[in-house]
């Protein structure tokens, strides 16, 4: 089953289209990256799925009902933008406050379940205008987790954070789906971060979708490419390029693409005067095919 289904969403604002047409399928238990440029419609869409906006058309279907459905929406915790916290209350009278909006039973229990899982507990009585960024984007979790929701979507939550900030988020969000069964949907433009966590991904330009994969099929599609370094890379690379279609220079290393056969490319340039002094396989990460998908004009890219 699928925890988001979307097809053919689209949501103007003054006669421009913020989400044009767009079809999004998240499966249960996944770690969703949505990838896009500033201005691309990620929140815009965050906020149909939460009904914060109503589309001009378009499905969206959670758990396979309708997602205006008062049961299915229990269902869904998000944070958007800001938490929403009142900033001289603390954290535990935040989540209280929450958790009566939400008229949840066993409140104390369910607010020290979600502090846990941010790993808060310490800091409860903690004033949140004192919490530092890391820490209100994880109230902001915990917030959202608020009545056990199975679905949470998060829009930009590790913008700002620190490298320590990051880590503790991606062991959260783990946390969450492993451990909770919660399915997470995480908009984010950090994608080195984004990559070592996420299941699938979504990748939307000017409101479309326009790839959608699993990380499995990340690693099948991205290109490999062998690096090497010489003493003279400007010679190597006039050689390489005599043989090799693709041959870039990056960070000192001579890229040499689509080929994963070290021992020739050694012998070769060894044939060519050239002594190899490292060389490497690889595949290019996120980034690049992301870098790469964004170069290629609009109607070349892959409709799903
Ligand atoms: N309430 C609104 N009124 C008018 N235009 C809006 C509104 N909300 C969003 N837009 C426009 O819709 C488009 C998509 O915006 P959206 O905020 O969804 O993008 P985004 O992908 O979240 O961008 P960012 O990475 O900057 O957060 C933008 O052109 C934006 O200006
Ligand atoms: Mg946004």
């Known amino acids: 089953m699928n925890a988001i289904e979307i097809r053919g969403l689209s949501k103007s604002f003054r006669g421009m289209y913020a989400v044009d047409h767009l079809n999004m399928t998240v499966p249960v238990g996944a770690i969703y990256g949505f990838i896009g440029e500033n201005g691309s419609g990620k929140s815009t869409t965050e906020k149909l799925i ?22 299915v929406r229990v269902r869904v915790g998000a944070l958007i ?98 451990n909770y069964g919660c399915t997470v949907l995480i908009s984010s433009h950090l994608l080195g971060e984004l990559e070592k966590i996420a ?28 690096s090497v370094k010489t003493k003279d890379l400007v010679g190597a690379k006039t050689a390489l390029k005599a043989k090799y279609t693709t041959v870039k220079e990056e960070d000192g290393y001579l890229r040499v693409y689509d080929v994963d056969d070290t021992e020739s490319i050694v012998e070769y340039l060894l044939q060519n005067g050239h002594v190899v002094s490292e060389i490497k396989k690889n595949k290019i990460g996120l980034e690049e095919y992301y870098v790469e998908l964004m170069s290629q004009p609009t109607a070349q890219k892959e409709e799903k």
């Not at 939460?50 to 049961?71: M, Q, S």
């Not at 960024?133 to 679905?151: C, N, S, T, Y």
Request: hydrophobic share 40%; glycine share 10%.
């Open 81 to 178: 933008e800001n938490a929403g916290c009142f900033p001289g209350s603390s954290i535990y009278q935040n989540l209280m406050m929450q958790a009566i909006n939400l008229n949840l039973e066993n409140r104390d229990e369910e607010i020290r379940r979600v502090l846990k899982i941010v790993r808060m507990e310490q800091h409860a009585s903690l004033k949140f205008k004192k919490c530092s960024l890391g820490m209100k984007q994880r109230v902001g979790i915990a917030m959202a987790l608020l009545g056990d929701p199975a679905l949470l979507i998060l829009d930009e939550p590790i913008n700002g954070l620190d490298t320590d900030g990051m880590r503790i988020m991606r062991e959260i969000l783990v946390d969450i789906t492993q």
């Open 199 to 226: 299941t699938h991904y979504g990748i939307i330009r000017q409101g479309k979708m326009i790839v959608e994969m699993s990380a499995a099929e990340l690693e099948g599609r991205a290109r490999v490419f062998v």
């Open 50 to 71: 939460c009904g914060h906006l109503v589309p001009n058309e378009g499905e969206i279907k959670l758990f396979g009902r309708e997602y205006t459905d008062a049961g």
